[in-house]
């Protein structure tokens, strides 16, 4: 081997060693790449009389500076944070609705119960009356605005899962085409494919949660979610999206093959997908829920109240508020069919149900609790909700969603818009015997409060009033005859008798009278205080001029007190708050557990650029060295020249 030969090795090698250093430079800004070395390695030296003598030496490899563990950890870490990130992102548009002091839903609920508190306070007043219908108009809107922004952040989801779908699409397509290019360079190494390959695999990452496997040829095998086959080798499979059958609203992943599509949907899992679906089905959907439920409870209640009462032309109540329906979507192809009916809105959940049958059973599962249950054919009564299932025709896989209350929000609206039409009074009037002339006849000091009814079964009365005389026995069989509408005190057997023990207060309660026109007792209850004298009457009539009559104003104000949701546990407040307080606190854990995540992704790429990053200052170094060793190089070539020359001149004389 010449000292030229050595030379020039060193020329080759250290020109090999700068373009490296150079494409390090070029690259310090182009995401995903891996920094390069070269590695020297030295000849085979010759042997000589002396000994073995150097030969040079050869650029045995490019290498990258690469660590596949730590780049586990980095899309691991990566498919976490953008998990976390949708998760966290949509919590909080969702928190910042309901929870905002001026445009949420408690503001005008309470301006609603204060309007109504005004209209108690003043009955007979049109500007008080109106301002319930005003207050009754905006809370409508504004739950309808609710129920249009659940649907709007649904669509933003549907949406922008469609287009990560074709994200993932291009990607796996690119992965697969660079694992054939792979596949061809196999024996040498293709450091910038690899780069190519890595970042479209990170990408991949922050969509979705992904395993990758790599072959021995340095293809990669690429899963996604819970281990559906996105790449393998050279193929690339395709996804797709369409309207969940169960649940319009919703939009389903599917696994496109030659013979039909398969919905995986339950199998995505990670990554932006992944964290959008969790915000969908864990705070999303269950919101929706309870506004509806919050929705139905003032509906039920406020509707219930205002039909016991009269309004100011003296006819009977209304319903104020139109009330949704249940949502009952059954999967295509079901043999067997049901209907669903609320039939108790204070027993409401405010959770979604699915029923299916395996063949043997229906089983209901709550899609909030996993709590399940098995029905009967025919009629059932879970929550609140009448379910009746036709059995006939029954297939295994048979499946129905269950919704009670999603739509509730969007049908809650006002029925009517006439001031006359708010009962603020009750139909019925106590009032103390009198003569001709109007004066007291009663000479004992005993009172009796207006009536109040919980229905209007029997109401107004016909033909006439019921009267209470006091028949004082002398003993505890004291009371008071109840006559009926059509009895003739004296003359027909009294219709009822009431014990009174007049050192005590009494509250009429206890069963119907068997054979009355209209039951007393159950429907109608008074308080009876003080001590009657014998033959004190009371009479209680129709209530003909209740235009000052706030009784029932008052039962309408009450709702907003009363335990009327949630199995009697919750007011319509409480059950507002203990919502806006539920996503408050997912919003508040997610954002924990965005920031402790971010903080380790952070960690991991630092760990990663220490092994891969560009140093511009290292490079900058190496570049003066082994533009050294080739100004170095060269120079032994000239040395060997030189002596070359020599060599001829010397032979030459």
């Not at 030229?4 to 070029?26: E, F, K, M, P």
């Not at 909080?92 to 503001?107: I, W």
Request: glycine letters at 10%; a negative charge; charged letters at 15%.
């Amino acid at each position: 081997m010449s000292l030229q030969s050595i030379g020039v090795s060193g020329l080759v090698a250290t020109r090999l060693a700068l373009d490296t250093t150079g494409h390090n430079i070029a690259n310090v800004n182009t995401d995903g790449y891996s920094r390069q070395r070269i590695d020297f390695a030295t000849r085979l030296p010759s042997q000589s009389a002396v000994g073995f003598i150097g030969s040079g030496v050869d650029a045995s490899e490019v290498r990258r500076q690469y660590d596949d563990f730590i780049a586990g950890q980095m899309r691991a870490s990566s498919s976490v944070a953008s998990e976390l990130q949708a998760y966290f992102e949509g919590a909080k548009q969702l928190d910042d609705l309901v929870a905002n002091a001026d445009a949420g839903l408690q503001p005008v609920i309470q301006n609603y119960f204060d309007a109504l508190q005004g209209m108690a306070d003043d009955p007979a007043s049109i500007p008080a009356r109106q301002l319930v219908l005003t207050e009754a108009a905006a809370l409508a809107d504004r739950f309808q605005y609710f129920d249009q922004q659940f649907d709007s952040m649904r669509n933003q989801i549907n949406n922008q899962i469609g287009y990560n779908i074709g994200q993932i699409n291009r990607i796996a397509e690119g992965i697969a085409e660079i694992n054939a290019d792979i596949k061809m360079a196999y024996g040498s190494t293709p450091n910038d494919l690899l780069d190519k390959r890595d970042q479209l695999v990170n990408e991949l990452a922050e969509l979705v949660d992904i395993q990758v496997l790599e072959q021995t040829d340095g293809a990669f095998n690429v899963f996604i979610g819970k281990g559906q086959p996105l790449v393998m080798d050279t193929d690339a499979a395709t996804l797709g999206t369409q309207p969940s059958t169960m649940d319009p609203s919703h939009l389903e992943i599917t696994f496109n093959y030659t013979f039909g599509t398969q919905v995986v949907t339950d199998q995505m899992s990670g990554g932006e997908i992944g964290g959008m679906l969790r915000f969908r089905d864990e705070i999303l959907d269950p919101t929706q829920n309870r506004v509806g439920l919050v929705a139905l409870g003032i509906a039920e209640e406020i509707n219930n109240q205002n039909q016991l009462g009269l309004d100011l032309e003296g006819l009977t109540g209304t319903a104020m508020f139109g009330m949704g329906t249940v949502d009952v979507f059954p999967r295509p192809g079901n043999g067997s069919s049901i209907t669903a009916t609320i039939n108790d809105v204070s027993s409401l959940t405010g959770d979604g149900y699915e029923l299916s049958y395996d063949g043997v059973d229906f089983t209901l599962r709550n899609m909030n609790s996993g709590a399940t249950q098995v029905l009967a054919a025919g009629l059932n009564t879970v929550d609140g909700v009448d379910i009746d299932i036709n059995a006939v025709g029954a297939t295994p896989g048979d499946t129905f969603i269950i919704q009670p209350t999603r739509n509730a929000a969007q049908s809650f609206n006002l029925l009517f818009d006439d001031v006359q039409r708010l009962a603020a009074a009750s139909p019925l009037r106590v009032a103390p015997a009198v003569d001709a002339n109007g004066n007291p006849l009663n000479t004992g000091n005993a009172g009796i409060t207006q009536p109040a009814n919980t229905s209007m079964t029997g109401l107004p009365l016909a033909g006439g009033s019921i009267q209470l005389v006091y028949d004082d026995q002398g003993g505890p069989t004291s009371g008071f005859e109840v006559y009926y509408p059509g009895s003739v005190p004296g003359v027909d057997p009294f219709d009822d008798f009431i014990t009174y023990d007049d050192l005590n207060t009494a509250t009429v309660a206890g069963t119907q009278v068997p054979g009355a026109t209209f039951p007393l007792y159950g429907d109608i209850s008074f308080t009876i205080s003080g001590v009657p004298d014998d033959g004190d009457t009371f009479i209680i009539g129709n209530n003909t001029s209740g235009t000052s009559d706030n009784r029932n104003a008052l039962g309408l104000v009450s709702v907003q007190s009363q335990s009327v949701l949630l199995g009697g546990t919750s007011t319509i407040d409480e059950s507002y708050v203990s919502m806006v307080s539920d996503v408050g606190s997912k919003t508040r854990h997610a954002e924990l557990n965005l920031s402790a995540q971010e903080s380790l992704l952070t960690r991991t790429k630092e760990a990663m650029a220490e092994v891969s990053g560009v140093n511009l200052d290292e490079e900058a170094g190496k570049l003066i060295q082994y533009q050294q060793a080739y100004q170095a190089s060269a120079q032994v070539i000239s040395v060997a020249s030189t002596l070359f020359d020599t060599l001829l001149g010397a032979v030459g004389r």
